[in-house]
């Protein structure tokens, strides 16, 4: 399995989970969760939103493949367009959720999908009009992460028209 080698990023990674595992001791599972989304969700907005606001979703988050590859982590987009519908799968090799319960010591039972939990949310608070849904779970037991992210496309069939 493809991990992520980039030291800073799995101390990041670490740090994130080491907060919220505190916060939850300290507030609560949902307290703590909101603490976590705070200012996520723009975050996610300011990444995602250009991307996939013109054209298909598929061809939208392809241009953050770069940039994911260059911070450690191992995605595909895998285009799911159907008619009035405008879809992508978007599969994980390289799992932050697992990478930081190794950081920190965790056994396979303590490792849970977190973070990618709280991208979901923020990116369903920053773009509304995504439905959007982990299907799969490295941190679950699954072989890969995968993420399906859909929208209804316009009557023309350009799903950033209608918007």
Known sequence: MR???????????????????????????????????????????????????????????????????????VHEVVDERLPGEDAALEIAFTCTCVTAAEELGLSADQTEPLLCDLEVEATRRALPELDVRALAHRAEGARVCVFRYRRTASPSGDPGSDR
């Open 3 to 73: 991990e992520i080698t980039d030291p800073n990023l799995r101390r990041g990674l670490a740090e994130q989970l080491r907060r919220y595992r505190e916060l939850r001791e300290r507030l609560g599972p949902e307290r703590a969760r909101e603490a976590m989304l705070d200012g996520l969700p723009e975050k996610q907005a300011a990444r995602l939103g250009p991307a996939v606001a013109a054209g298909a979703l598929a061809e939208g988050m392809a241009k953050a493949l770069p940039w994911l590859e260059a911070a450690g982590l």
